[in-house]
């Protein structure tokens, strides 16, 4: 059999141990799967001790195949390795090594001994390949780790909260979610009609609400209105009654709450957009009344945060992964006009902008963007460029209405340019506060 050996290491800002236990903690493996390559898991045993298993199904060609591995080497603080037992590969060994530095850093080691499918004819034609897709995929965890571990660093002497989090299995809550728990904070998932899990709980992240990126018809505006105002005014209810009382309420809100404003800069103290009953107006008046539900947690002795969400950028859902399909066939382009401003945000910031919120005494209304927002002209052509694509053919703005209604124009259409002056002020540290780094970093590219 003939094999091949890659080594992918790096320093991180944590002791041995304190890296090695990351990794045992409950959302290592989400944290760790890169968005522009995400498997399903099957089935995964909550440990790393020898004779753990994983059995995830990943997509190679478009066909998915099962991939079984199992832990067969375990020392604590020190070392790990998984062997697979059953994939695509004719050998995969996979050790990770964890070497001091000293009290506060370590390096961390990966070495994967892997041997294609085809003995040497695979090597020949798939070695390369396979050796680039690694330097992609580690380059990318290690990136995430060392962020992880700082972010949580700068919090190290605050103690480990427990959280209870609304919309946890949904795309911001289940990166969300694990974020927190490989941190070592405990999260609960509250499930809609049942809060018994914000009893005695630190926090409440309150993510939930129903999809508004589809044609907005009668029934999809009456969830639009029930999963947000409806569900906030029960979850405030519930706190009320409840025999321990959280202390802190971050509350679901989006940017939509200003409006359609043209170039104008806006920032947390901007004047809201006008209501009204359709497109942008409407929700600007669906996000005021979101977030007039949350604030009446005050009244109960909370800290309420108000998170005004932007155009977050993942490859694993919303407006992002809905645009990969035309650029990448190289028939992507602007919107309408192109003139309208998207304040975006990478879903890691936006993970990291939540945490910071926890962890610091922040109030009021938080504008989650970035501190460059972009026309859509310019994102169409950072994103045509990011995936080596043209991106010339605009979408007119009659067809997008004629697709999606006034959805179109509240969120396509509608120019928002939101600057995160609350996040600024409390001194919270984007990873990519550029359009184009954070493409880059979700996207693999």
């Known amino acids: 059999m003939t094999t091949d050996t890659y080594v992918h290491e790096s320093e991180m800002p944590a002791s041995a141990a304190e890296?090695?236990?990351?990794?045992?903690?409950?959302?290592?493996?989400?944290?760790?799967n890169p968005p522009w390559d995400?498997?399903?898991?099957?089935?995964?045993?909550?440990?790393?001790?020898?004779?753990?298993?994983?059995?995830?199904?990943?997509?190679?060609?478009?066909?998915?195949?099962?991939?079984?591995?199992?832990h067969t080497a375990y020392e604590a603080g020190v070392m790990f390795r998984d062997e697979q037992t059953g994939g695509p590969f004719?050998?995969?060994?996979?050790?990770?090594?964890?070497?001091?530095?000293?009290?506060?850093?370590c390096r961390l080691v990966d070495e994967i001994e892997f041997a294609p499918p085809l003995g040497a004819l695979g090597q020949v034609f798939a070695g390369g390949p396979i050796r680039a897709q690694l330097a992609q995929m580690f380059g990318y965890r290690h990136a995430l780790l060392r962020a992880d571990l700082e972010r949580h660093r700068r919090f190290a002497s605050a103690p480990r909260q427990t959280i209870?989090?609304?919309?946890?299995?949904?795309?911001?809550?289940?990166?969300?979610?694990?974020?927190?728990?490989?941190?070592?904070?405990?999260?609960?998932?509250?499930?809609?009609?049942?809060?018994?899990?914000?009893?005695?709980?630190?926090?409440?992240?309150?993510?939930?609400?129903?999809?508004?990126?589809v044609r907005w018809t009668d029934r999809v505006r009456r969830a639009m209105v029930e999963s947000r105002v409806?569900?906030?005014?029960?979850?405030?209810?519930?706190?009320?009654?409840?025999?321990?009382?959280?202390?802190?309420?971050?509350?679901?809100?989006?940017?939509?709450?200003?409006?359609?404003?043209?170039?104008?800069?806006?920032?947390?103290?901007?004047?809201?957009?006008?209501?009204?009953?359709?497109g942008a107006a409407m929700l600007a008046g669906l996000c005021a009344d979101w977030e007039a539900e949350s604030l009446r947690a005050k009244e109960l002795g909370l800290r309420v945060a108000l998170l005004r969400t932007g155009v977050v950028l993942t490859p694993n859902g919303g407006a992002l992964s809905q645009l990969l399909g035309p650029f990448s066939a190289g028939i992507g382009g602007r919107a309408g006009s192109g003139r309208q401003w998207m304040s975006w945000i990478g879903l890691e910031d936006t993970i990291g902008a939540i945490h910071?919120?926890?962890?610091?005494?922040?109030?009021?209304?938080?504008?989650?963007?970035?501190?460059?927002?972009?026309?859509?002209?310019?994102?169409?052509?950072?994103?045509?460029?990011v995936l080596r694509r043209p991106s010339f053919m605009p979408a007119p703005t009659f067809a997008l209405e004629a697709m999606f209604g006034e959805m179109a124009e509240a969120t396509l259409l509608a120019s928002q340019r939101v600057l995160p002056r609350a996040l600024q002020s409390a001194r919270f540290e984007p990873l990519h506060p550029k359009l184009e780094d954070a493409l880059r970093f979700c996207l693999g590219r």
């Open 19 to 32: 890296a090695f236990f990351w990794h045992e903690r409950p959302g290592a493996f989400e944290r760790l």
């Open 38 to 70: 995400p498997v399903k898991v099957l089935q995964r045993d909550p440990s790393l001790a020898v004779g753990a298993k994983t059995v995830i199904q990943l997509n190679i060609a478009g066909v998915p195949v099962k991939w079984t591995a199992e």
């Open 90 to 105: 004719s050998k995969w060994v996979h050790t990770h090594r964890f070497v001091p530095v000293d009290e506060q850093r």
């Open 164 to 213: 209870a989090v609304t919309g946890a299995s949904g795309l911001l809550g289940t990166a969300l979610s694990a974020f927190l728990t490989t941190g070592g904070h405990t999260v609960r998932a509250v499930k809609r009609g049942d809060f018994s899990a914000i009893d005695g709980a630190d926090a409440i992240v309150h993510l939930a609400g129903a999809p508004i990126g």
């Open 230 to 278: 409806d569900y906030t005014r029960a979850l405030v209810a519930a706190i009320g009654a409840a025999t321990a009382r959280p202390r802190v309420l971050l509350g679901g809100s989006a940017i939509g709450i200003y409006g359609d404003r043209g170039d104008e800069e806006l920032d947390e103290s901007s004047a809201l957009g006008a209501r009204g009953e359709r």
């Open 356 to 385: 910071h919120a926890l962890m610091t005494d922040i109030d009021g209304p938080v504008n989650l963007t970035a501190e460059s927002p972009v026309t859509n002209r310019d994102f169409a052509r950072t994103l045509g460029h």
